[in-house]
C-alpha cells in the first residue's frame, strides 16, 4: 500500500466523518485521487464500515447488558474453527467475535437487553453447538475505554493557555 | 503606602528596563476573557506527553529520585541524548564534556549568550524569530541586531544579508531553524555560503534547533555539521516541541568543552540541575518515543498541508512552512497593521492569532498562526477567518 493510502486509511479510522476535501488538503492529493482511493478500499473490504463509538452508559433509554463469553469448541476437520465461527457469528446479538490463542478458543461479545437474555443466549443457542465443549460469561460492568477513546469526559480537554511565544 | 525607608529610585536595574514585554502578553490577557475563542495562538504542541513518559517520570518519583542531579544532569539522560543526536542529525557530542541537560532551551539559550557575549558585543538575531533573544542578548550586556528575513525567499537567510549586518563588533550568530514564527527551514545547500561568512569573520552560532525533528520536507541539517562548524557552534534543542513536553521544562545545549565548562559555571550557580522527575521522562522519551515523535509529526505535516491550502483559497498568501507548527500568512493585502488584523480578528470572530510585529520589525505584515490545534478548530478558525476577510476586502 502507498503511503498517502495509508494515511487515508489512518485517517478514516480515527475521525469516519472527516470531508474528502479536508483528506485531499491533508494528504496533499487531489479530491477526487482521495475518493478513488476510499472507493477500493471500501470495495476490498479493507474499510469494512463507518461507525461512531458510542457511550451508552449515558442514554437512559438503553439499559442493554453486554457480555465476553469465552467458549472452547472442537475443532472440525478440513474447516477448524471457521464453521462453528460462522454458525455463533451469524446471530445478530453477536457483537465480536475473535478466534483467540491461549485456555479457549473463541471470544465472544454479546449484547442483550437483561442478563437473563444473555443467559438464555448462552444456554439454548451458544452450548447447543455440537461442538462447544465449555462456555465461561463475563458481564461487563463500565466501559472505559474503548477501540482506542478513553470514555471518561474532560480527557481530551485543551489544557495549554490561549496564545503563547 | 510604601514607608520612606523603602527605596524608590533606582529601584529596577537599567537592563531589564531597558527590555520591552512581550507584545504577546496583551493577546493573551484579550483572548483569555473570551468565551468560545479558537485559539491560533499557542506555541505548544497538542499532544498530551505520552503516556509512557508520564510513567516513567511518576515511577522514579515512586522510587524516590527527588533528590539533585548532576549538574549537567544524569549521566543516562546525556548518553541517550548524545545517541539520539548522532542517530538522528549526524551531530555526535561527548555526553561528559559538551554537554548540559537545561531548564527548557530557553535556559540554554540563556546560558549560551551570557558564557559568551560581552558588554557591548553584538549578537545577529534572525527576524522574524522567537522573542526571547533580543531581550537574553540585552540582559547579558550585549546588542541584538537583527537581521531581516523576506518571505520573497521564504524567510531563508542568504549569505549577502549576513555579510551586511557583520561589524568589527559582531560576536555571534543566532540562528533559528526550523523558524517560530515562519516554520522556514535551512537545507544544507542554504547554509553552507552562511558557513563561509561566519568563518571569515569568527563567529559564533548560536543554534537554536528545536524544532529540528518538525522538518516535513527534507530531514533537518544542522549547522554544526558543516566542515568547520562545529567548533564554533552551541547547539540548542529540547523536549518541548517534538516530545510534547513543553511544561516539563527540558532542554539541552551541547558545545565544544570551553565554552561547555563556561556554560556549567552559569547552570551550576543558577539552577543547580534541571528537574529530576523531568529527567527521568525525558529519559523514558529517547528510549521508546520514536514511534509517538513520528505520530506527531505526520499529524502536524497533515495539518501543516490543510492549512496552507485552505489559507490559499480564502485569499491569504502563505508561503508553505518547512517545519515547525506555524503558517505565517501574509495580511499586507487587507491594509491592516498585524496588529489591527490579530485585534480584529479576535474582537469580531474570536480567533486568536499573534500579530507578526512580534517577532521582530521583520514579521509586520504577517500573523502567526499554529496549526497545533485539533482539526475540527482548524476547520472552524479557516471559516471564521473567510468571514473576516471577505468583511475586510478593500
Ligand atoms: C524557537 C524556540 N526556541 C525555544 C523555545 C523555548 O523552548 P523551551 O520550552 O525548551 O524552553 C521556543 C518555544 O516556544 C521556541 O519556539
Same mark, same amino acid.
Given at each position: ?165 | ?42 506555541? /505548544?504542541?497538542?499532544? $498530551?506527553? @505520552?503516556?509512557? +513518559?508520564?510513567? =516513567?517520570? #511518576?515511577? !522514579?518519583?515512586?522510587? %524516590? ?56 558585543? /553584538?549578537?545577529?538575531? $534572525?527576524? @522574524?524569530?522567537? +522573542?526571547?533573544? =533580543?531581550? #537574553?542578548? !540585552?540582559?547579558?550586556? %550585549? ?68 524544532? =529540528? ?182
Amino acid at each position: 500500500m502507498e503511503t498517502h493510502e495509508l494515511e487515508i486509511l489512518q485517517l478514516v479510522e480515527e475521525n469516519g466523518r472527516l470531508d474528502v476535501s479536508t483528506m485531499a488538503k491533508m494528504v496533499d492529493r487531489r479530491e477526487d485521487e482521495v475518493q478513488a482511493v476510499l472507493n477500493k478500499l471500501e470495495k476490498e473490504n479493507v474499510i469494512v464500515s463507518y461507525a461512531a463509538v458510542v457511550d451508552w452508559s449515558k442514554v437512559e433509554e438503553r439499559e442493554g447488558v453486554t457480555a465476553m463469553i469465552d467458549v472452547k469448541v472442537t475443532p472440525q476437520r478440513g474447516v477448524g474453527f471457521d464453521e462453528v465461527a460462522e454458525r455463533i457469528y451469524r446471530f445478530p446479538e453477536v457483537k465480536a467475535l475473535y478466534l483467540v490463542s491461549g485456555a479457549y478458543d473463541l471470544s465472544v461479545v454479546i449484547d442483550g437487553n437483561t442478563m437473563s437474555d444473555i443467559a438464555g443466549f448462552v444456554s439454548e443457542k451458544l452450548s447447543t453447538l455440537e461442538s462447544v465443549i465449555s462456555t465461561t460469561t463475563h458481564f461487563r460492568l463500565k466501559t472505559y475505554k474503548h477501540d482506542g477513546v478513553v470514555f471518561e469526559d474532560g480527557e481530551d480537554d485543551d489544557k495549554r493557555i490561549v496564545v503563547s511565544p | 503606602m510604601t514607608s520612606p525607608s523603602v527605596r524608590k529610585k533606582n529601584r529596577l536595574s537599567e537592563a531589564v528596563q531597558n527590555i520591552r514585554p512581550s507584545g504577546i502578553r496583551r493577546f493573551f490577557d484579550m483572548a483569555s476573557t473570551m468565551e468560545d475563542v479558537i485559539s491560533l495562538g499557542v506555541g /505548544e504542541p497538542d499532544f $498530551v506527553t @505520552p503516556w509512557n +513518559v508520564r510513567e =516513567a517520570s #511518576i515511577d !522514579s518519583m515512586e522510587r %524516590g529520585y527527588t533528590a539533585y542531579t548532576a549538574n549537567p544532569g544524569i549521566i543516562e539522560l546525556r548518553e541517550a541524548i548524545a545517541g539520539y543526536l548522532e542517530q538522528q542529525f549526524q551531530t555526535p557530542y561527548d555526553p561528559e564534556k559538551e554537554m548540559i541537560v537545561t531548564v527548557g532551551a530557553s535556559e540554554a539559550i540563556d546560558i549560551a549568550v551570557r558564557a559568551t557575549v560581552n558588554p557591548g558585543e /553584538e549578537v545577529i538575531v $534572525v527576524e @522574524p524569530g522567537f +522573542v526571547s533573544y =533580543a531581550p #537574553i542578548v !540585552s540582559l547579558a550586556g %550585549g546588542k541584538p541586531v537583527p537581521l531581516g528575513t523576506r518571505k520573497e525567499y521564504a524567510f531563508k537567510l542568504t549569505k549577502e544579508e549576513l555579510e551586511s549586518v557583520i561589524t568589527p563588533n559582531t560576536k555571534a550568530i543566532m540562528l533559528s531553524f526550523p523558524n517560530n514564527p515562519t516554520g522556514a527551514v535551512m537545507t544544507k545547500e542554504d547554509l553552507a555560503p552562511l558557513a563561509d561568512v561566519i568563518e571569515k569573520h569568527d563567529l559564533l552560532v548560536l543554534s537554536d534547533e528545536i524544532y =529540528a525533528e518538525l522538518s516535513y520536507d527534507h530531514s533537518h541539517y544542522s549547522v554544526a555539521k558543516l566542515p568547520g562548524m562545529k567548533e564554533r557552534t552551541i547547539l540548542i534543542s529540547g523536549f518541548s516541541k517534538a516530545y510534547a513536553m513543553t511544561g516539563w521544562r527540558l532542554g539541552f545545549v551541547c558545545a565544544p568543552p570551553d565554552i561547555t565548562a563556561a556554560m556549567l559555571k552559569i547552570h551550576q550557580y543558577t539552577m543547580m540541575c534541571a528537574s529530576t522527575p523531568a529527567q527521568f521522562g525525558a529519559l523514558e522519551a529517547l528510549k521508546s518515543g520514536r514511534d509517538d515523535v513520528e505520530r506527531m509529526i505526520t499529524s502536524y505535516k497533515q495539518r501543516r498541508n490543510y492549512i496552507v491550502k485552505s489559507f490559499s483559497e480564502i485569499g491569504l498568501s502563505c508561503h508553505s512552512p518547512g517545519g515547525a507548527f506555524y503558517a505565517f500568512p501574509s495580511i499586507e493585502d487587507t491594509g491592516m497593521t498585524s496588529d489591527e488584523f490579530a485585534e480584529g480578528l479576535l474582537k469580531e470572530e474570536h480567533v486568536a492569532v499573534v500579530p507578526g510585529n512580534v517577532f521582530g520589525e521583520g514579521g509586520e505584515g504577517h500573523i502567526r498562526c499554529s496549526y497545533a490545534t485539533s482539526m475540527e478548530s482548524l476547520e472552524t478558525a479557516v471559516e471564521r477567518m473567510g468571514r473576516f476577510l471577505r468583511k475586510h476586502a478593500t
